[in-house]
Structures are given as structure tokens and as C-alpha cells.
């Protein structure tokens, strides 16, 4: 089998781990084409993604998102910083898995929560108590984000640290990797 000399690197993780801005500059760092799929499908919809949940419901922005896998984006040389429910849709992390290598940013609950806490673009957070939510759904979610290749702390690490962390990571699992 061909093997690819970048294969694309898929960041995934709960809301608030770090994916798109650690995304970015590891992209740049390893010349990676950086795509952000909530960014893709904003622009695709023309719509921000509160918009859609509002307008449209979250069912229709899965399925956005599922579209975005199949068919949205190049399938070697892209760093892809994926929303955070994205792999968790039945299927789909199997699909991230075949493209490319998947890392896992991880962080708390608490720690997602004192960096989501002030922003306001996170329709899933603007509720009540949104810690609460967070620690709901992180329950479902996280052994669905332990099964990529590589799961990195980002707690108590700062984002140049965690860049690092990925580039490294990058540059072994990507000798050994093949589609
Ligand atoms: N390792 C880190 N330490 C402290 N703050 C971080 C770290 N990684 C990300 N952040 C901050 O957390 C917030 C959410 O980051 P973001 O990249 O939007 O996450 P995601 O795309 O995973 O939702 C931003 O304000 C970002 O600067
Ligand atoms: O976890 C989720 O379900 C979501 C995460 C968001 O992306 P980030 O993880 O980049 O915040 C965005 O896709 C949308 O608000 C839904
Ligand atoms: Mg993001």
C-alpha cells in the first residue's frame, strides 16, 4: 500500500481542550494545511455554527459534520481541528481513523469549564449550569476520545507545551503510520 509522506492529522477532544488554537500552530509548524470543521461548515452554511443550532437544530449540524468527513476535506497533508461532538456520532471516529492519525487533547471537566466559562459561541454550554453539562457529557464522551491513536494532557501545560507534545507525537506516529 501507498504510504503517505503527511498523512492528515485529525485533533479531537471535549469543547475547550485546545484543538483549534493548538491546531493552528501545529499546522504551521509541521506544513500542514490547517482546517477548523466548525470554521468549513460556517462557511459552507454561511451561517455561524449558533446560528445553525438555532435555526436549523443540532441534528442538522451532524450531519453537516458527518458530510464534512466523507467528502470536505483533502485526505493527506491536513491538520483538522474538529468540533468536539464530532467523533462522537456512531462510526465516525472508525472513518478518522482510516484517513489519518487522531490525537485526544484532554482536560477536567473544571478545566473545560474555567476556559469555556466566558465565551459565548458554544451553543451546548449556554445553559444554566453549564459545568454541570460539561461533566455530563464528558461521561459519554470521553471513551470515545480514548480510542485515537494518542491522548494528550493539556491541563497544567501551556499551548506552546502542548504543540510540542502533538509536533513530537506527529513526526513518530506518522512513520509508523498506513492507510
Ligand atoms: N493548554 C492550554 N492552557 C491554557 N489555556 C488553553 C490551553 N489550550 C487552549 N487554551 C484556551 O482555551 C480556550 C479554548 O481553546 P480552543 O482552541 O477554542 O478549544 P477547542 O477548539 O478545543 O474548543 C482558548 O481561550 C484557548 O486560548
Ligand atoms: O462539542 C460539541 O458538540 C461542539 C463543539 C464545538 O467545537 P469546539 O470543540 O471547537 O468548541 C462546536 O462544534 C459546536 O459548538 C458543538
Ligand atoms: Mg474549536
Redesign the pocket.
Known amino acids: 500500500m501507498k504510504k503517505l509522506s503527511k498523512p492528515n492529522l485529525y485533533?479531537v477532544?471535549?469543547?475547550?481542550?485546545?484543538?483549534?488554537?493548538?491546531?493552528?500552530l501545529v499546522a504551521q509548524r509541521m506544513g500542514l494545511e490547517f482546517i477548523?470543521s466548525?470554521h468549513a461548515i460556517e462557511a459552507a452554511a454561511e451561517k455561524s455554527i449558533s446560528e445553525i443550532f438555532a435555526s436549523e437544530g443540532e441534528p442538522v449540524f451532524r450531519r453537516m459534520e458527518k458530510a464534512f468527513v466523507e467528502k470536505g476535506h483533502p485526505r493527506e497533508g491536513c491538520l483538522i481541528?474538529c468540533?468536539?461532538g464530532l467523533p462522537v456520532q456512531p462510526g465516525i471516529m472508525e472513518i478518522l481513523k482510516e484517513q489519518g492519525l487522531v490525537f485526544s487533547?484532554m482536560?477536567s471537566a473544571a478545566?473545560i469549564y474555567e476556559?469555556?466559562r466566558h465565551?459565548t459561541d458554544?451553543p451546548l454550554l449556554q445553559v444554566a449550569d453549564p459545568l454541570a453539562e460539561i461533566e455530563k457529557l464528558l461521561e459519554v464522551r470521553e471513551p470515545i476520545y480514548r480510542k485515537a491513536n494518542c491522548c494528550i494532557l493539556?491541563?497544567?501545560?501551556?499551548?506552546g507545551?502542548?504543540v510540542g507534545h502533538v509536533c513530537r507525537s506527529y513526526k513518530l506516529e506518522s512513520k509508523l503510520w498506513t492507510p
Open positions: 485533533l477532544g471535549f469543547m475547550g481542550t485546545g484543538k483549534s488554537t493548538v491546531g493552528r477548523d466548525d481541528s468540533g468536539g487533547l482536560a478545566g476556559r469555556t465565551t458554544r493539556t491541563e497544567g501545560r501551556t499551548v507545551e502542548v
